[in-house]
Each structure stands twice: as structure tokens, then as C-alpha cells.
């Protein structure tokens, strides 16, 4: 049984990190789809995933709520001991979910969920889609209902992004900058606070105001004014989901492409998130060209003549094989760094993995014979 | 010819070096050349060893110019114009309700990288343009859909002030296609070509005009005949076929579906470094878009 397998069987969250476009959906759903095989009760939280995706986890649009999952394994010749379920995270819906959670005056909870910009804020408040997946996360753990989650993370540029972001949103919250803004303290009051702070931030405000007009300001203004209350259980909330992310129950694991770049990246996050407590236990590099058995026949690839010109097989075998030494030279390089039981290479094979088929492929490279 | 064009594309394709390549291009044919990235992480210096990574343009290569858009410093800057103060400029940006009042705001991100835009491409040098071309490398995540949609949006929201005439300004000019260009850099897979497709669909609706280019990155190109591949290297022909028939099904699929033309870039072997293949996209997109040549 190796590291990946260890980390299914023993976790209870898993969080697939990575820049957009490594393949991280895909991995998540083979991770799934291997807690499934190996007997846990697994559900697989996605992020806009591809209706081809959906599809080949046997649904034809995702739902937000779990859904069993576990008869389209079977249908395709696979036998699981335990449960595959799968959903799509819902940003908006679990932000509306997280407001109901909050505010408990009905009234409030509505004029905040019809805010004109409510939406809008929501959407552009950097940090939004990340908390909205660990609120999710938390709300999920919460109930028990689950083995193990396995979490798709957002596509964001790093994966950085995804451990500072419900950071930044708290503490946008609690900094007390809503209490600037509506003129009020802490505790709702006006009158003093507010005559005290209205010379300093008047002039800021005035300035916002020249900035974008007028009326977006007081929208804005009336937003916060509004959540100011409601929204101070987002620090201690804040605080929950960090405590989450910092257990010794959940692990992150790291997906990238073999260039030498995204491995550099993928090693610098991995550093980081251990630096902050945090456990991360793979590095998945994925389309990875692997060295065929004739790798050693074809030395050095010169490179044709016009490098621009299609080559002739020849040169392409050649060149592929240099390829494959270089992926190996930059796997070796992660391993070096988070060591050989926590690196991973999935080859990039000629197929479609946007089926059973290809998440089980997948599932073949990292977990072998629990896939067969 | 326009003068702004903007490079979209999922995240993996290849924009920042496709995109890169065609600021080359057009540098190398005389044409003063600014280039933007929005990186957190800049990779100008993969391509530039040396270069640094500045908000102000810096030049690279003769007549190409580079900069990295950092949203804070941008939004300085626009405040800079907007008030002409510099000391109330640097009060107000530096206060923390300023500050986060300004990242709540809708679109507040895509406004300003526009504005940046706009001000690049108006700005005159002894009655001439300054900038000849202008090459976005559009930011990551949202293929420049959330970039784009942004006028209306603000529309929508701000009726008055600085930002509402900046709105309007941008339109115009995005919706023209003398002035602005779109292209997509895809791959010849499946949901690579899927979201190009729809891509497309979606920018022709918007601005009333068509993608420019749909850029077809990492072809695997066979020249036929050539010597013959010793035993050892059986297996990996059987692998570079699998992938030419996958490419090819979904390069058909593209040329089926897509409304724009599509130039097919070659995979370029490790050999090369990233400078050397920055200069042979270069070159191949200047024999194909420039010379007349169709790919």
C-alpha cells in the first residue's frame, strides 16, 4: 500500500490543491473513486466541473447535494467495498447557506440575500469561491455523514491563493472597517463612535464617492450597514474553518504539470503549507511523458535542421525520449524535496480521461492493484 | 490593423508564451510593442533571464516593451489622474477604509487592469500613438470573459463619475474592431476545444464581432517518409499516433465548429529554452499571419 493509499484509508479530508488547468478535477475524482474501491463512504466535492466530467461520474448535470454515485462504478466492472457520492459546489448557494446559518432575524437574512449587490460583492470580495468551499467543507464534516471528502479546489492562479483567501475575507469583516464605514462601533451603536470617526473617514468616503459615483458607494455602504451584525460570527467562524484546515485529519495534496516551472511551484506551496501547520502528504505530477523501454537507443535529440518544419518520426521519437529524460530529471527534483513516498506521476497517455475509463486509468497509476 | 489585442484562453494552454511570441512579432517588425501580464508570480523572466519585473513598461528586445499589472499600484495611478494630487492620491490609497471599500467593489479589478489599457493605447508621443501594439496575456482564471464583461456591468451599477466615463470609454473601444482584437489559445483537446467553442459563441454575442484567431497550441505534425524507427522506439510511435488521432479528432472538431480561423502552432522540443522557442513562435507566426501564408 503506498503513501496515497494510506492517506485515503486514514483521512477523513483530503483537499486537491493546484493551479487551474493541471487536472485537478480529474485526480480528485480517482481519488474518490479509490476510497470508494478500498471501502470508505466517499464523497467527491467538485468545483464547475465540465459537463463531460458530470458525465463520466454518471450524472448528467451535477447536483448540489451528494448523490450516490456507487452503481455507476459497478455498471463499469469496478467493485467497490464502500460508497462513491459526488456534488458540485454551489458557490452562491453555499454563501446563501452560510448567511441563512448566520442571521437568524428572517427579515435581515432577506433583505440581505435581495441586496442589489449582495450578489455582486459576494462574487468580487477576493477570497469568496475559497471560503464558500470550506464553509461547505466544515458543514460537511459537521454532519458525519461522509468517510472521507475528497475537495476539488477552485481554479485560482496558485494554490497559495486557496489557503490565504477566507483569511483575507474575515478579516475584511473584523477589522472593524464595516464599523468605519456604516459610522457605527462594535456594538451597533452609533452617536460617539460615530462623531468621532465621521471627520476621518468622511474624507475617504468622499473620495470613494468622486471615484465611482456616488450611488454605488451608498449601495455598498447600505450592504455593510446591514450584515454588520450578522456577520461577526464570521471570525469565530473563520477560526473553525482554520482549525479544519490545521487537523491532523486532513491532508492536502498537491497536483501540477511536469514543466519545470509548475514543479517549482507545486514544491514551494508544499513547503509553505507544512511551514503553516498544515499537513500536505502528495505531490501528483501529472502528464508526465514517461520514459519508453527503447529510452536509452535514442541519445541526445539534436533538434531537425528548422525546428519550425514537422519532423519525421524519427525525430519525434527522439525528441519524446529527451522529453521523457527531462520530466524525470524535474520528478527526481520533487522528490529530492518532499521525498520519494510522497511523489507521484500520472503519464500523459493518449486517451480520453473524461470517462470511467480514464479516471480508472488514473486510479491504475497512482493505487495499481486496488484498480483492477 | 488593431491595436489592442487581447489573448484568452483557459489556464494551461500556452497564452503567456503564444502571446508573448506575437508581441515578438510584432516588435521584430518595427512596431513599438507593449506587452501585459497580470501575475502574481511574473514569468517574463522565464523568457527574459535578467529581465525584471516592473509595473512600469520596460524594454526586453528592441522595440518590445513588457510589464507585469500589480492592481494596487494601477489603482494608484488611476487615482493619480483621476484627483492630479499626488499627496491626497497617496493619503487616500494608503487608508485602510479606502482600501477595503475598493476591493469590495464589483469589478473593481477589470476596471482598472481596462483603464490601464485605455490609457496605454491613447497615449501620443509628438502627435503619434506611443504604442503601436499593445498584446494582453489575459489573466488566468476566466479566459477574459470577466475582463470583458465588465462595461456593462459597471454600466448596470455606476451612473456618474470617473469610473462610469472610463466604462463608457472602454466600451467603445472594445467593441470596435478596428481598434481591439481577441484571440483564444486552445489545445487540441477535448475541453480545451469545447470552452474555445464557447468562448467564441459568447465574445461574438457580446461585442458584436467575431474572435479574431483561434490559436491551436502543441500540434503534433509528421512529415511522412522519413528514416525508419529502429525496434527500441516502437512503443513510443504507438504512443505519438494515439495522440495524433486524438489531436486530430478534436482539431477537426474546432475547424468544424469554429467560426474564427485557426492557426495551428507545432510542439517545439525540449532543445530549445524558452528564449529560443519564444523566437521561433515568433517567427512562425510572422511567415504565417504577416507574409500572406496560411498555416
Partial sequence: ?372 | MPQVYLVGGKGGVGKTSVSLALAHMFAAHGERTLWMEVAELPRLGHFFPGARNRFEPAEVAPNLFALNHVHAEALEEYLEIVFRVRWLTRRISENSVFGAVTQALPGIESLVLLGKILYEAERTRRGALYWNKIILDSPATGHGKQLLQFPKAAREIVQFGPVAETARKIDKWVRDPGRWSNLLVTLPEALPVQESLEMQTWMADALGYPVSAVLLNQVIDVTEGGPNVPAAGQTRVEWIRQWQTIQRQYGQRLSEESAAPILNIPVLGPHVDERQRLELISRFLSDTLLNGRKA
Wanted: aromatic share 6%; charged share 20%.
Fill in chain 1, 1 to 372: 500500500m503506498n503513501g496515497l493509499q494510506q492517506i485515503l484509508r486514514s483521512r477523513g479530508v483530503v483537499i486537491v490543491a493546484g493551479s487551474g488547468g493541471v487536472g485537478k478535477t480529474t485526480v480528485s475524482a480517482s481519488l474518490a473513486i479509490a476510497g470508494a474501491l478500498d471501502g470508505r463512504k466517499t464523497l467527491v466535492v467538485t468545483i464547475d466541473p465540465a459537463k463531460r466530467l458530470a458525465q463520466s461520474l454518471g450524472l448528467p448535470a451535477m447536483g448540489h447535494e451528494p448523490e450516490n454515485l456507487t452503481s455507476n462504478l459497478t455498471a463499469g466492472g469496478l467493485k467497490p467495498k464502500g460508497e462513491l457520492w459526488g456534488m458540485m459546489l454551489d458557490m452562491k448557494a453555499t454563501l446563501d447557506g452560510f448567511v441563512e446559518s448566520v442571521v437568524r432575524d428572517p427579515r435581515t437574512r432577506d433583505l440581505v440575500l435581495q441586496n442589489k449587490i449582495y450578489e455582486q460583492v459576494t462574487g468580487s470580495l477576493s477570497g469568496s469561491q475559497e471560503y464558500a468551499a470550506m464553509h461547505k467543507l466544515h458543514e460537511l464534516r459537521e454532519n458525519g455523514l461522509f468517510d472521507l471528502i475528497i475537495l476539488d479546489t477552485p481554479p485560482t492562479t496558485h494554490a497559495i491563493d486557496f489557503l490565504r483567501a477566507p483569511d483575507k475575507l474575515t478579516r475584511f469583516f473584523a477589522s472593524g472597517v464595516v464599523q468605519l464605514l456604516t459610522g457605527s462601533d462594535r456594538k451597533g451603536r452609533g452617536g460617539l463612535g460615530r462623531r468621532l470617526l465621521q471627520r476621518g473617514s468622511d474624507l475617504f468616503l468622499g473620495a470613494v464617492e468622486k471615484l465611482t459615483g456616488a450611488e454605488l458607494v451608498r449601495e455598498v455602504t447600505a450592504f455593510f450597514d446591514l450584515v454588520q451584525n450578522a456577520f461577526e460570527p464570521l471570525s469565530d467562524h473563520g477560526r473553525t474553518v482554520e482549525q479544519l484546515l490545521r487537523s491532523p485529519d486532513t491532508e492536502f495534496v498537491i497536483v501540477c504539470g511536469p514543466q519545470g516551472g509548475q514543479v517549482d511551484e507545486a514544491v514551494q506551496f508544499f513547503r509553505q503549507v507544512t511551514q503553516m501547520g498544515i499537513s500536505a502528504g502528495a505531490v501528483i505530477v501529472n502528464r508526465v511523458v514517461l520514459p519508453t523501454v527503447g529510452n536509452k537507443e535514442f541519445k541526445q535529440f539534436q533538434g531537425s535542421a528548422d525546428p519550425l518544419h514537422p519532423h519525421t518520426m524519427l525525430d519525434w521519437v527522439s525528441m519524446y525520449e529527451e522529453l521523457a529524460r527531462v520530466h524525470a530529471a524535474h520528478l527526481k527534483r520533487v522528490e529530492q524535496d518532499v521525498g520519494k513516498g510522497r511523489t507521484f506521476a500520472v503519464d500523459a497517455a493518449p486517451r480520453d480521461l473524461h470517462s470511467l475509463d480514464g479516471l480508472r486509468w488514473i486510479g491504475e497509476q497512482l493505487f495499481g492493484t486496488l484498480f483492477k
